[in-house]
């Protein structure tokens, strides 16, 4: 299994928009989940939305609303668009794919990380 790859990260003006792509090495009966965590400067990494093979999707509250995670076909690259940003969403942005076939992305464990790549949103 390949290391998920994150790119698409920049310094953006609150209110402004990015996307984030990651290209992973696809679903398998260990890893039936792919999403998106952060992790801002002193904080715990957070998981903010998550897509499995069927399309389903999960998103944190926080993000709900402002935040877009796709993936393409052959599903092997996953987005996250991300609209309205704000200060609070400044963190490392971490692609992962875990998760058993059929478990819960929004609460399963991911395995598969990616090094991250990195947001900034100034007020």
């Known amino acids: 299994e390949v290391q998920p790859v994150e790119s698409g990260g920049g310094s953006v003006q609150a209110g402004g928009s990015l996307r984030l792509s990651c290209v992973h090495s696809?679903?398998?009966?260990?890893?039936?989940?792919t999403g998106w965590f952060r992790q801002a400067p002193g904080k715990e990494r957070e998981r903010v939305a998550t897509?499995?093979?069927?399309?389903?999707?999960t998103y944190a509250d926080s993000v709900k609303g402002r935040f877009t995670i796709t993936q393409d076909n052959p599903k092997t690259t996953l987005f996250l668009q991300m609209n309205s940003l704000k200060p609070e969403d400044t963190g490392m942005y971490y692609c992962?794919?875990?998760?058993?076939?059929?478990?819960?992305?929004?609460?399963?464990?991911?395995?598969?990380w990616g090094q991250g790549t990195l947001v900034t949103v100034s007020s």
């Open positions: 992962a794919t875990g998760g058993l076939w059929g478990e819960d992305c929004g609460r399963t464990a991911f395995d598969s």
């Open positions: 696809g679903y398998s009966y260990t890893s039936f989940c």
């Open positions: 897509i499995n093979l069927p399309d389903t999707t």
